[in-house]
């Protein structure tokens, strides 16, 4: 009997030893197969840096961090059953989704569930004002905000000529069009034709030929990349002179391995380059040299990530109400700077500026 009792305290102690020093285990999630699979990487990619840094610096409250990827290839109910998928693991926190399509219904169960959001990248104003519960937050921008700098860049640069806005039915894209035409409209210019166009096809033939109809001189695509660089190589050659704007899910470089040399020339909105950030230098040095990809969202992914360890520290806690009032009331050094989130839990940080497409590559707008 004494044996027995001997085992069964050596056996609590050891369970309640492996309970103190378990792993915490967080998640990122976005479209890791499918079309727009180049932001999954993204993410993925800043997600991993994010974990090794910060394991390799005694990790969270002395314990270290265990990364689960998810991928909804940017399906709505798909990322239910991630975010689902991630409770079932144990995941305290969410460094996703991508699209704003994926991230709104997402965050229903992550507020049930108890685990803090940080979405690096869904701009759709809906994440946050009607958040379902005081634990999603963002890093970005939204597309009211980008939208008015679009719009305003429509009426200053092509106020007196022919412009379409078009977009792809998605929360993001047809979000970040309705932004930037009543921006434009509301600045005093004039919508020529605003259409919905089907994502996932290969051939706008019949969309362009419209366009090239009515004379338009600038299009407004509310999307993602492929549909968005078909249309501008479908547009050049038709023989159109167009220019194709769009918002900050261009910012990959497959946009140029769709379009080639007729993507030159193609503006887009993005908050200010992380790349080029003193903040980020080494994160971005440590990632050049593995040879990975430090464009777009990889380090929105990584300072998500930092936020969240950062008001863990100071919460003293994983737990949900403690993670929530110190992500409310903290400032927070980040890849990206210093940053801190809203009532909303919308971010402080600087909005959106304009880039061009040229040589391969994007850069900030200099004409």
Not at 58 to 85: H, I
Not at 123 to 129: A, E, G, Q, R, V
Request: aromatic fraction near 8%.
């Amino acid at each position: 009997m004494k044996k027995l009792l001997l085992s069964s305290a050596v056996m609590a102690l050891s369970m309640t030893a492996s309970s103190a020093w378990a792993d915490i285990v967080i998640g990122t999630a976005g479209p890791m197969t499918g079309q727009y699979a180049s932001f999954g990487e993204q993410m993925r990619i800043g997600a991993e840096q994010a974990v090794k840094d910060i394991n390799a610096a005694g990790g969270v409250l002395g314990q270290q961090l265990v990364l689960e990827v998810g991928d909804d290839a940017c399906d709505p109910k798909q990322a239910v059953a991630v975010a689902n998928q991630m409770a079932g693991k144990g995941a305290v926190f969410m460094a996703g989704h991508f699209c704003s399509g994926s991230s709104i219904p997402a965050s229903s169960v992550y507020a049930e569930e108890g685990i803090i959001q940080i979405s690096p990248a869904s701009t759709n104003p809906k994440l946050t004002d009607e958040r379902p519960g005081p634990g999603v937050y963002r890093v970005c921008g939204r597309d009211d905000q980008q939208g008015e700098v679009a719009g305003a860049f429509l009426k200053a640069n092509f106020g007196d000529k022919k412009v379409a806005v078009v977009h792809d039915k998605t929360a993001y894209g047809k979000g970040l069009a309705d932004a930037t035409k009543a921006a434009f409209e509301a600045a005093g210019g004039t919508t020529t034709l605003y259409e919905a166009f089907t994502a996932g096809e290969k051939d706008y033939t019949a969309l362009v030929s419209k366009l090239k109809q009515n004379g338009i001189d600038a299009l407004y695509v509310g999307g993602y990349h492929t549909e968005a660089g078909l249309m501008k190589r479908q547009m050049v050659d038709q023989g159109m002179s167009t220019t194709l704007i769009s918002g900050d899910a261009l910012v990959t470089d497959e946009y140029w391995s769709i379009t080639g040399e007729a993507g030159a020339g193609t503006l887009m909105t993005f908050s200010p380059d992380p790349r080029k950030a003193e903040t980020a230098k080494d994160i971005i040095a440590a990632l050049e040299a593995d040879g990975k990809t430090t464009e777009g969202y990889v380090v929105y992914t990584y300072a998500a990530i930092q936020a969240w360890a950062a008001a863990a520290e100071t919460a003293g806690s994983v737990d949900y109400d403690p993670m929530v009032a110190a992500l409310n009331a903290g400032n927070f050094s980040t890849a990206l700077g210093d940053l801190s989130f809203d009532d909303k839990g919308d971010v402080s940080l600087p909005g959106y500026v304009f880039y061009e497409w040229k040589d391969g590559k994007y850069d900030y707008l200099t004409k």
